[in-house]
Nanobody
Framework: QVQLVESGGGLVQAGGSLRLSCAAS????????MAWFRQAPEKEREFVAS????????DYTDSVKGRFTISRDNAKNTVHLQMNSLKLEDTAVYYC????????????WGQGTQVTVSS
């Protein structure tokens, strides 16, 4: 049974930082392209960041470039999202996802973790 379990969300003031983690089980983690998506209230789910299987390639949506950093530890089957300089518009549920197809299609999704940025 595949599980992606996110943690690290919470309430933070604008300008603060949070580090999200996603623990994967039931998959050969090192073979999966990993990503974070987010969904704000009344908005569609959007891509945030991704990292290739061997960590040699990362991608970010423009609004988080320079503030967020995605990383992974294949020995621990975990992927992280370090979020700095948080803004009100970063408030959303953040989802961890895994792709066997280089990000062209995402096979598995976590349940999400809430991030709320306050003024």
């Amino acid at each position: 049974q595949v599980q992606l379990v996110e943690s690290g969300g919470g309430l933070v003031q604008a300008g603060g930082s949070l580090r999200l983690s996603c623990a994967a089980s039931g998959i050969t983690f090192s073979r999966y392209h990993m990503a974070w998506f987010r969904q704000a209230p009344e908005k569609e789910r959007e891509f945030v960041a991704s990292i290739s299987e061997t960590r040699d390639s990362t991608d970010y949506t423009d609004s988080v470039k320079g503030r967020f950093t995605i990383s992974r530890d294949n020995a621990k089957n975990t992927v992280h999202l370090q979020m700095n300089s948080l803004k009100l518009e970063d408030t959303a549920v953040y989802y961890c996802t895994a792709s066997r197809w280089g990000g062209r299609h995402y096979d598995y999704w976590g349940q999400g973790t809430q991030v709320t940025v306050s003024s």
